[in-house]
């Protein structure tokens, strides 16, 4: 599991890291460098040399007579030799496309490439590609390190929905699984850690519970939750794993969350839980002031726990009750530059600002007079929240279709794009015209970033880390949005031009062979001629005794 703190080094180690002295790190890497620098023209110095012994020993190695036999030999193969030469190229060029274009739509980057950058280039004196030098410079020239970007850590989604009572059902009609092994198990390991309670003072139910978790099989953890309550009718982590996985409507699920909160004591972690899961119950059946209530008490009976994103499931539930100046007031509170941002807060903001002007916004009006300062603060927002996360405006747009959300979020991903479009496009329907202002102007934010992406506008520049993180959080049915939009590879180009030239190739000569041959024969004559041209002026410029003595040696 991802956690959610990061232990940061000591002053001491930090002091020892940077004690090291900089000459000889100076030298060392002005070494690394002169040595890659220089390798590319050794090699080339080398080949011209290896040529150039070639050349002058072709007499005694007999090069002449092996380039005229070999030349009989290709003058006696039958145009049926070519063509299923070239066809044999062809269709093993076409398989190595077909392999390189699944790899790549699987894992977003060139095999081959891959293997070359991995193998290949740390021989050939090449450097790390993950550098950061130049990215992050300091005025006066030296590396700073890049800072450290929140974004890149997995969360826990706030609104995650119940497995029994909403995954289980998707699975029944669909036949597909909404959530991937790595996302369950990482809550998994978040109820295991959340739950376990004192481990000084562990029962012999903890113990039951702290395996159930770990469980693959529904059923069985379900069976180990029976366990753990015959052992203690009072297992409050029982209950919510039952809430959770065997109920199969949201009534029964609130019905077992609130026997788990009877028998939940003292133990903050699982009151904080189950509370709000309560909470969620609230909104699902309707309930809206009722979710309101529990969620604001909730927040100020625990405000140190901002890090469970409990103001997410209060804005939602806002937004639902149209209370856009209490959505207002909460944003005051956390859309602060000090405070981590998320699709939630960054779109919300935006919404309300749409909201109001949206209504009466007119991209031909707007074009002839030009913005107002309202349109322009909520062409702003939209703008700002796209560089946060540029994947929402297709799902609230409908230009790609929704899934059910992962338990777990990466922030700027996709798989928050999709946890944030699944709860919120319906209040940004509700609000008339925000998604044709939406339409008309998130696309003018990829002006204002700068290319290369390495530096942001408004925040840390985009993380590189979103797409494998969110491969693995959503399902494998559902096409992963990337960005910036990847290039296709140079070696399925490659790939796929030397297969549609040796098809063409094997073409040509089966249907006109004679012909094939003497283009064949007129385009090496050709490519041959420079190489005749320099042996002649070596010939000239060169002493005959001296091609005789370096023979003779």
């Known amino acids: 599991m991802i956690p959610l703190f990061t232990a940061q080094p000591s002053v001491k180690n930090m002091e020892d890291a940077t004690s090291i002295n900089p000459q000889s790190l100076g ?18 110095v080398w080949f011209a040399m290896v040529l150039t012994m070639i050349y002058v020993l072709r007499s005694p190695l007999k090069l002449q007579d092996t380039l005229t036999s070999a030349s009989v030999f290709l003058n006696t193969l039958t ?25 790549f739509r699987k894992y977003g980057t060139s095999f081959i490439e891959q293997v070359s950058v991995s193998h290949l280039r740390p021989l050939l004196g090449g450097v790390e590609s993950s550098s950061t030098t130049g990215l992050f410079s300091s005025v006066n020239g030296e590396a700073e390190p890049r800072p450290s970007v929140s974004e890149c850590k997995v969360w826990r989604n706030p609104l995650n929905l119940f497995r029994g009572a909403e995954y289980s059902r998707y699975t029944w009609v669909t036949g597909k699984e909404p959530l991937t092994y790595y996302d369950m198990n990482l809550s998994a390991q978040d109820h295991q850690t959340f739950f376990t309670g004192d481990t000084q003072q562990i029962k012999a139910e903890d113990t039951v519970m702290q395996k159930a978790w770990r469980e693959r099989n529904p059923q069985a953890r379900i069976r180990a939750a ?44 699982l009151l904080v839980y189950i509370k709000r899961r309560l909470a969620m119950c609230a909104r699902k059946l309707g309930r809206i002031k ?12 625990f405000p140190l726990l901002g890090m469970l994103n409990i103001h997410e ?3 939602e539930a806002l ?5 856009y100046a209490d ?9 602060d530059i000090s405070l981590p941002k998320s699709a939630t807060i960054c779109y919300t903001s935006a919404l309300l600002k749409a909201r109001a002007v949206s209504d009466k916004f007119s991209p031909e009006a707007a074009s002839r007079r030009g913005l107002s300062t309202a349109e322009m603060n909520a062409v702003e927002a939209i703008h700002r929240a796209v560089e946060f996360n540029p994947h929402v405006p297709k799902y609230l747009l409908e230009m790609k279709s929704l899934i059910l959300p992962p338990e777990h979020i990466l922030k700027r991903g996709d798989s928050e794009a999709v ?8 209040h940004w329907k509700r609000a008339e015209g925000a998604l044709n202002l939406l339409h008309c102007t998130w696309e003018g934010t990829f002006r204002i970033i700068p290319y290369p992406l390495e530096k942001g506008h408004l925040f840390y520049p985009y993380p590189g880390c979103t797409e494998t993180a969110d491969r693995e959080l959503l399902p494998t049915f559902h096409e992963v949005s990337v960005y910036p939009k990847k290039e296709l590879p140079f070696f399925i180009l490659f790939t796929a031009g030397l297969c549609s030239f040796t098809a063409m190739l094997a073409m040509l000569t089966h249907q006109f062979p004679e012909l094939m041959g003497v283009f064949v024969k007129a385009f090496f004559s050709t490519l041959f001629t420079p190489l005749g041209f320099f042996a002649d002026k070596m010939e000239s410029f060169m002493p005959s005794s001296f091609w005789h003595q370096l023979t003779r040696i």
Request: net charge negative.
């Open 27 to 44: 030298f060392t890497d002005k070494l690394k460098s002169w040595l890659s620098w220089s390798w590319t023209y050794i090699c080339a």
């Open 79 to 103: 145009p049926k030799f070519y063509v299923a030469l070239t066809g044999t190229s062809s269709l093993i060029s076409g398989l190595i496309l077909i392999f390189e274009w699944w790899y």
């Open 226 to 269: 029976y366990q753990a309550i015959e052992m203690n009718h009072e297992c409050a982590a029982a209950y919510v794993l039952l809430a959770e996985e065997e109920a199969t409507t949201i009534t029964e699920a609130e019905r077992l969350f609130k026997q788990a909160l009877r028998s939940a004591g003292k133990d903050i972690n």
């Open 290 to 301: 009722e979710a309101v209530k529990m969620m604001r008490d909730l927040m100020k009976e």
């Open 313 to 315: 499931n209060l804005l």
């Open 319 to 323: 937004l639902e009750q149209q209370a």
């Open 327 to 335: 959505v207002q007031a909460v944003l005051a509170k956390y859309d």
């Open 419 to 426: 946890a944030y479009a699944f709860f919120h496009l319906q």
